[in-house]
């Protein structure tokens, strides 16, 4: 499959004032204090071969890139932010991208791609585009795994950034009509939230077809 070409005419994958909150927010986003890595990293590294090749989409302060590092995968990490991958290069100590997910554009380079908390940003009619450009820029047999805020409708919340809130049969069916993927998991869980508190999320686990 091809992903839609970069260019005026595909649907704006990013929200702005989104964006402006995270870039008001990464040095005490980076600085809040954290328990280690997301819980269901390790489920998805299951998945691929040592030193496997993983692009992280919204790496944040960097703290899953850096386990992933630690256990000696090559991983590329990415933000669309740059004041937030700025945070995260201070933690890792190495250069972090700064790419918005409508600017991903290459070709079965990656065995993985992570995305914990991140594509749940991205406004719901360019949702397919950017699936389709992750199925592209993964090896035929790679594995994605990423996580959203369960709901029924898109939306902001009280910091005002933008949610797309998918069910669980939405964002399949959403997965689905992207692109030709074979599903390994989709889980509904309760997790912590920015805002503080907990809330119901959804962590989907597909593969591309060989």
């Given at each position: 499959?091809?992903?839609?070409?970069?260019?005026?005419?595909?649907?704006?994958?990013?929200?702005?004032?989104?964006?402006?909150?995270?870039?008001?927010?990464?040095?005490?986003?980076?600085?809040?204090?954290?328990?280690?890595?997301?819980?269901?990293?390790?489920a998805?590294?299951?998945?691929?071969?040592?030193?496997?090749?993983?692009?992280?989409?919204?790496?944040?302060?960097?703290?899953?890139?850096?386990?992933?590092?630690?256990?000696?995968?090559?991983?590329?990490?990415?933000?669309?932010?740059?004041?937030?991958?700025?945070?995260?290069?201070?933690?890792?100590?190495?250069?972090?991208?700064?790419?918005?997910?409508?600017?991903?554009?290459?070709?079965?380079?990656?065995?993985?791609?992570?995305?914990?908390?991140?594509?749940?940003?991205?406004?719901?009619?360019?949702?397919?585009?950017?699936?389709?450009?992750?199925?592209?820029?993964?090896?035929?047999?790679?594995?994605?795994?990423?996580?959203?805020?369960?709901?029924?409708?898109?939306?902001?919340?009280?910091?005002?950034?933008?949610?797309?809130?998918?069910?669980?049969g939405?964002?399949?069916?959403?997965?689905?009509?992207?692109?030709d993927?074979?599903?390994?998991?989709?889980?509904?869980?309760?997790?912590?939230?920015?805002?503080?508190?907990?809330?119901?999320?959804i962590?989907?686990?597909?593969?591309?077809?060989?």
């Amino acid at each position: 499959m091809t992903a839609p070409a970069n260019n005026a005419f595909e649907p704006v994958a990013h929200d702005l004032e989104t964006l402006g909150f995270y870039a008001d927010q990464a040095r005490a986003y980076a600085e809040r204090a954290r328990d280690g890595p997301s819980q269901r990293l390790g489920a998805f590294l299951e998945h691929l071969s040592t030193a496997a090749r993983i692009l992280e989409l919204g790496c944040g302060d960097g703290r899953d890139s850096e386990a992933m590092l630690a256990l000696g995968f090559d991983v590329d990490p990415t933000d669309g932010v740059a004041l937030m991958a700025r945070q995260a290069e201070a933690r890792l100590g190495r250069p972090v991208r700064v790419m918005r997910f409508d600017e991903l554009d290459c070709t079965a380079i990656y065995d993985g791609v992570w995305a914990n908390a991140s594509l749940l940003h991205i406004p719901r009619p360019a949702f397919p585009s950017v699936v389709a450009r992750i199925y592209q820029a993964l090896k035929p047999g790679g594995v994605h795994a990423a996580s959203y805020k369960a709901g029924e409708a898109e939306g902001r919340d009280g910091l005002g950034r933008y949610f797309n809130y998918f069910s669980a049969g939405a964002l399949v069916d959403a997965y689905r009509a992207a692109a030709d993927w074979e599903f390994l998991s989709v889980e509904q869980h309760v997790g912590g939230d920015y805002e503080g508190g907990t809330r119901p999320w959804i962590t989907i686990t597909v593969r591309r077809s060989v």
